[in-house]
């Protein structure tokens, strides 16, 4: 995948955009988009292999949970959110209660302080960004899997782009990882790219 020489950050603190910010607007992009999911389609098939869309929303809902945990210092659990972990009667009752904690713990968290994380204890602002980056991800996915299009803002499409520049392959396709790149259309947007690059079945 190529992208613009400025996203290339590999994970540099010196260019982190306020991740605050950055993590209120992933959560609210991804909260407006299960607001509008019609009743009838929670139990459809998603865009991702084996699950369906109440469970890709569950996923979400668990990287949600973990940013918030991860702001207040909480006591995080090991591997990826499994759906069966973050199913709620309401959904979107359920973001909207993370939005309000993750804006009351944002002012005192300090983004320098270790936690917890994949690559072993780092600083809170670098925890924060794969959560963050999930979510704008996992809001991509539940967009085409209603039959939607949708463009990342450009603030979270950066992070992301970054981030995937920042992983090793052999990583980046392990199993329950990313699958094999998919070929992007000619003038393809940046989003496209990225999501084909990222093993979905992008359309022109």
Same mark, same amino acid.
């Given at each position: 995948m190529?992208?613009?020489? =400025?996203?290339?950050f590999l994970m540099s603190e010196d260019t982190t955009t306020d991740l605050g910010v950055l993590a209120i607007e992933a959560l609210d992009l991804l909260t407006t988009a299960v607001r509008e999911v019609p009743a009838e389609r929670w139990d459809d098939p998603s865009i991702l292999q084996d699950w369906t869309v109440r469970e890709l929303v569950a996923h979400a809902t668990g990287s949600a949970t973990r940013i918030i945990v991860l702001a207040?210092?909480?006591e995080l659990w090991d591997g990826p959110s499994e759906p069966s972990d973050w199913m709620?009667?309401?959904p979107v009752d359920q973001l909207s209660a993370l939005g309000? =904690?993750?804006r009351d713990a944002l002012p005192t968290a300090d983004l320098d302080a270790p936690r917890k994380s994949p $690559?072993?204890?780092v600083p809170l602002r670098r925890a924060l960004m794969?959560?963050?980056a999930d979510l704008a991800l996992h809001t991509w996915d539940l967009r085409q899997s209603l039959g939607e299009s949708i463009e990342l803002p450009d603030d979270l499409l950066t992070l992301s782009e970054g981030l995937v520049q920042s992983v090793p392959e $052999?990583?980046?396709r392990r199993p329950r990882g990313f699958g094999p790149e998919q070929l992007a259309p000619a003038g393809a947007s940046r989003t496209t790219k990225l999501m084909a690059f990222l093993g979905?079945?992008?359309s022109p």
């Open positions: 190529s992208v613009p020489a =400025r996203t290339v207040e210092d909480g709620y009667d309401s309000i =904690r993750l $690559q072993g204890e794969f959560p963050i $052999q990583m980046l979905r079945a992008v």
